[in-house]
Each structure stands twice: as C-alpha cells, then as structure tokens.
C-alpha cells in the first residue's frame, strides 16, 4: 500500500519562464552596452580635437579594467565643463549609474517575471547573493529618455567644437 504523491511542478511553465528571463536579461544586458558606447563616444567627441590626449583617450575608452562608474563620472565632468544645464547633469549621471548597477546585477544573477505586474511593463531581478530584489519599470523608456539626452549633449558638444576651430582659426 503505496502513497503516490503528485508533484505540483509544472515542467512546461517552468520552460516558459525560463525562456522569458533570458529574454529579459538579454535585453537589459544589450540595453546598458549600447548605452555604455554611447557614453564612450560622447568622451571620445569631446577630446577629438586634441591629439596630444588621443592616446590615453583610446587607452582608457578601450580599457576593460577601467571601472565604468569612473567613465560615467568623467562625463558628468565633461558637462560642467560645457557648461551643460546643471538641472539635468544629475539626472543623467543618476539614470546611468542605475542602470549600470542593473547591468551588473543582472549579469551576476537570474531575473524573473514578477506574475504580481504587468509582464510588459514590470519584472523584478532578485540577486540571490544579497537576496534583494531589484524592481525595473518602463526600460525602453528609461533608454528613450537616455537617447534623447545623448542627442542634446552631442549637440551641444559640437557647437563648442566649431566655437573652438573658429577661434583657433581666427
């Protein structure tokens, strides 16, 4: 007289989930990456005049070891030095430290649907070193609202630029 025990797990749900949270992460992962180029390249716009910097510039863009916090920082620099509205410096620096720190979260741990949202719109990555969960709204627009302020610093970074060829023309 046996008792037979039916386990409640459910190996095609598990799948799913799965599937949908390497999707997630995958898109997280790529998301912060193209940010972090873009940040080199608006580092890279600023001193690309200045030859005697182009070497340590490619050295330090292109250095692994160098920490992106620190890349991150030297933007928000750079910004003061152009003179960029200080009301939104913040808010770009703060938008891209939370997003590295999303990155590096998600690339040390699984992400999973949160079934309490709205899958489209909220899921929360747990870090089962520091078992905390992370909640992340709305990327696309977080990388939307990134983009634009990208646009608007290059552009201000090219009219120095042609401010600073007018000078040294003159």
Known sequence: MGITIKPKFDIKKFFKE??????????????AIFIEGKVNFLIASYFSDESVHSEFLEDFLMDRSCHYNLRINVLGKILKKINYDSKYIRDIIERLHKMNGIRNLVAHSEPYLDSKKNPVSGYTIFDTKKVKGVEVKNLKE??????????????ALAKIKEKMVAVKND
């Open 142 to 155: 977080e990388e939307r609202k990134m983009n634009d302020y990208f646009e608007e610093v290059y552009i």
């Open 18 to 31: 799965r599937e949908e949270s390497i999707t997630i992460r995958g898109e997280i992962i790529e998301t």
